[in-house]
């Protein structure tokens, strides 16, 4: 059984910081693309950023970045996301997806 476990989220004031962590289980971790995607209120999921598999390239929207770093531990089957610099906008849901499929997603509230 495939599962993406997202974890990390809370509440945090504007210009705080959070890491979120995803750990995925059922397949081959190390093979795959891993991505984060956010849905705030009233809005469509968008993606946020996404690593590749064992010689990683990074991509970032650019609302977060040079705030956001996207990382993975392939040892542990986990992938990250620093968040640094929150501001209000960047509230939502956040979902860790790879090939086609994706965690529950974990609730990030920034505070201004």
């Known amino acids: 059984e495939v599962q993406l476990q997202a974890s990390g989220g809370g509440l945090v004031q504007a210009g705080g910081s959070l890491r979120l962590s995803c750990t995925i289980s059922?397949?081959?971790?190390?093979?795959?693309?891993i991505g984060w995607f956010r849905q705030a209120p009233g809005e469509q999921r968008e993606p946020i950023s996404c690593?590749?598999?064992?010689?990683?390239?990074?991509f970032y929207a650019d609302s977060v970045k040079g705030r956001f770093t996207i990382s993975r531990d392939n040892a542990k089957n986990t992938v990250y996301l620093q968040m640094n610099s929150l501001k209000p906008e960047d509230t939502g849901v956040y979902y860790c997806?790879?090939?086609?499929?994706w965690g529950k997603g974990t609730q990030v509230t920034v505070s201004s």
């Open positions: 997806t790879s090939r086609t499929y």
């Open positions: 690593i590749s598999s064992r010689d990683p390239n990074t």
């Open positions: 059922g397949f081959e971790f190390d093979d795959y693309a």
